[in-house]
C-alpha cells in the first residue's frame, strides 16, 4: 500500500507540476517585492508599473537601518532567545511527549489533559501576572524575560506525544528495559533518533514562533536598549513618515536566519512533514 502512494506521488502530472509552480512564485514573490523595495527609494511605491528590477539602493538603505537601531544588537537578542526556546522545546517536548506516550504512570491521561488545555487560555489573560512576576524577579529589560515563560509549550508535549506514539513501538520500548536500560538512556538512544524529523519540524515551528514575537518582548524589554528584532522593525516603522524602504530592508535582514535555519534542517523538516503521508 505504501508502494503505491509513493508511485501515486512521483506519478504527478502537468497540472500536480503547474500548480506547484504557481504556489511557489505566490510564496516567493513577497519575499522578492520585499527586495525590491529596499533596494529603490521610498518614492519607487507610487509608481503606476513598478518595476520588477532591483534598484541601486540596497547598501545605502541597509546602511540607514543600522544608523537607525542597533540593529545587530537586536539580530543577536533573537538569535539567543528564538534558539534557546527552540532547543529547549525540542528536548523538553521529546521528554514529556515520550513520557506520556509511552510510560505508564497513574493519572498520565487526565495530566495529558491539564496540559492540553493549557493552550485554550487566551495568551492576553496571563500578560498582567507574567508581568508582575517578572517585575518581582527584577527582570524587567533581560533576555530570561522572553526565554523563560516560553521554554516549554503545551503544542510541543502534545506534537512529540503524537510523533512518540507513531514512530516509537511499545515493544522496542520492553526490549530496552529488559536489557537493562534506564528510561533516560531508553529516550536517549531509542526514542529520540525514532522522532528526529518530527522534533526538526516542531523545532523549527517554535524558532518562527519565538523569533516573530513581537508582543511580550514589546511589553517586558526596552525598545530603546536591545530588543529583539521584531521590536527593533517596530521602530524603524514608527514616526510620522513611514519610509518602507527603510523598513523593508530591516525586514530581509530578518527573514535571513529563518531562511538559514529551515535550508539547514530542511531534509529532516520534510522527511518530518511527511511523516505518514504515504501509509496506508
Known amino acids: 500500500m505504501a508502494t503505491t502512494a509513493a508511485r501515486r506521488l512521483t506519478n504527478a502530472g502537468p497540472i500536480a507540476y503547474a500548480s506547484l509552480v504557481v504556489i511557489l512564485l505566490a510564496s516567493v514573490f513577497p519575499l522578492y517585492y520585499s527586495f525590491l523595495i529596499a533596494s529603490k527609494d521610498n518614492s519607487a511605491l507610487g ?34 532567545v528564538a534558539g534557546t526556546v527552540a532547543s529547549s522545546n525540542v528536548l523538553l517536548g521529546t521528554l514529556a511527549g515520550f513520557a506520556f506516550a509511552r510510560l505508564r504512570f497513574r493519572g498520565s491521561h487526565s495530566l495529558f489533559l491539564i496540559v492540553v488545555g493549557t493552550s485554550m487560555v487566551p495568551t492576553q489573560l496571563g500578560v ?48 530496552a528495559r529488559m536489557d537493562g536500560c534506564s528510561v533516560l538512556r531508553t529516550f536517549w538512544h531509542v526514542a529520540l533518533p525514532a522522532v528526529r ?60 536566519p529563518v531562511v538559514g535555519i529551515f535550508l539547514l534542517l530542511a531534509r529532516q523538516i520534510v522527511g518530518g512533514l511527511m511523516q505518514g503521508a504515504v501509509k496506508g
Do not use: H, K
Open 47 to 80: 509608481d503606476a508599473f513598478p518595476s520588477l528590477v532591483p534598484g541601486g539602493n540596497l547598501v545605502e538603505n541597509l546602511g540607514r537601518v543600522f544608523d537607525t537601531v542597533d540593529f545587530w544588537s537586536a539580530m543577536q537578542n533573537s538569535l539567543i
Open 197 to 256: 524529523p518530527q522534533a526538526a519540524v516542531m523545532g523549527m515551528f517554535t524558532f518562527m514562533t519565538a523569533w516573530n514575537d513581537f508582543f511580550w518582548p514589546l511589553i517586558v524589554l526596552d525598545p530603546n536598549d536591545s530588543p529583539t528584532v521584531q521590536v527593533a522593525l517596530s521602530t524603524l516603522a514608527s514616526g510620522y513618515y513611514t519610509d518602507y524602504s527603510l523598513m523593508l530592508s530591516g525586514a530581509s535582514l530578518a527573514v535571513l
Open 128 to 175: 498582567i501576572p507574567l508581568y508582575v512576576l517578572m517585575s518581582a524577579l527584577d527582570w524587567y529589560g533581560t533576555l530570561q524575560a522572553v526565554i523563560v515563560p516560553a521554554l516549554i509549550g503545551a503544542f510541543s508535549v502534545f506534537w512529540m506525544r503524537q510523533a512518540c506514539e507513531e514512530s516509537v513501538p511499545q515493544e522496542l520500548v520492553e526490549a
